[in-house]
């Protein structure tokens, strides 16, 4: 008999992507959500919470990440015993709190894609595994279910600090730039003078927009977020001013510090080719 798993939030982007994986890989899939039309043919459609998930090997949660904490603490009293629930929230520190007061007859898995509905293949993508109660069977549940992914494991807190960069400062940085280009009344003009470095940050921007708001504000709403932001606006600031005032050797010197500490870690010409090569892949 197929496995059995619900998704909750299955007519969202993330919800859809779970539910073509989970068929393709045999899973009966049975699916629940509020606020978006289910589609999908193969998903048996449930008409409440708790009746999705009664019955259900694997929960897994599509939800909100300011709602995650609430809903888990809805239906893991309802769960049966020795059932999976997992969730895939990108801020961790209330959700992992909310999967350790679960029941304990519920088997929690704390997970972050790190990939977006766009991925066709899970080979080789990330997923980041916050271990709650016992980490080597969580990390071999999920790479049962994920065979192919990378995972990488780390606690809670400090994936709510890494997260703050990869995520927060990259969101945090594309949509105060998507902000700027909109008021550009000359944008076709200036999309015509652009390079591959204009091009593909417009790109990344324009991709980054395509996210629900509501899941833009979740991110940079992470309260580490905030710390290098302010650093940012900090650097920001001084180069401006050291532009403003002339002082030349200041920016060489800030430059040349970045150069150096990245360099330690990339390659940055093969970077810059890299990035060539994108652009040319795009424009054929």
Not at 35 to 46: A, R
Not at 102 to 129: A, D, E, Q, R
Request: net charge positive; hydrophobic share 40%.
């Amino acid at each position: 008999m197929n496995k059995k798993i619900t998704i909750i939030g299955v007519g969202g982007r993330m919800g859809k992507w779970f539910a073509n994986y989970f068929h393709k890989i045999g899973f009966e899939i049975t699916g629940y959500d509020i606020e978006n039309e289910i589609k999908e043919k193969f998903v048996n459609k449930s008409n409440s919470l708790v009746g999705a998930i009664l019955g259900t090997e694997y929960v897994i949660l599509c939800t909100p990440t300011k709602k995650t904490p609430e809903i888990i603490r809805l239906i893991s009293k309802e769960m049966m015993r020795g059932a999976y629930l997992i969730e895939i929230s990108s801020q961790k520190a209330k959700t992992s709190h909310a999967l350790l007061k679960m029941p304990s007859k519920i088997n929690p898995i704390c997970i972050h894609p790190m990939f977006g509905p766009g991925v066709k293949k899970i080979t080789n993508n990330n997923i980041i595994l916050v271990p709650i109660n016992d980490v080597k069977k969580e990390l071999n549940v999920a790479k049962s279910l994920f065979l192919g992914a990378n995972f990488v494991t780390i606690d809670a807190a400090e994936h709510d600090k890494k997260i703050a960069v990869i995520l927060g400062l990259t969101h945090l940085v594309n949509i105060a730039f998507a902000s700027i280009i909109a008021k550009d009344e000359q944008i076709l003009l200036t999309e015509k003078m652009s390079g591959t470095t204009f091009k593909a940050q417009k790109i990344i921007a324009e991709s980054i927009l395509s996210e629900s708001p509501e899941l833009i504000e979740t991110i940079i709403s992470n309260p580490e977020v905030r710390k290098f932001g302010e650093e940012l606006w900090k650097d920001v600031g001084k180069l401006l001013t050291d532009s403003q005032e002339g002082k030349t050797e200041e920016i060489i010197k800030y430059v040349k510090l970045a150069q150096e500490k990245i360099s330690k870690n990339s390659d940055m010409n093969k970077s810059y080719k890299k990035l060539s090569s994108m652009i040319n892949i795009i424009e054929k």
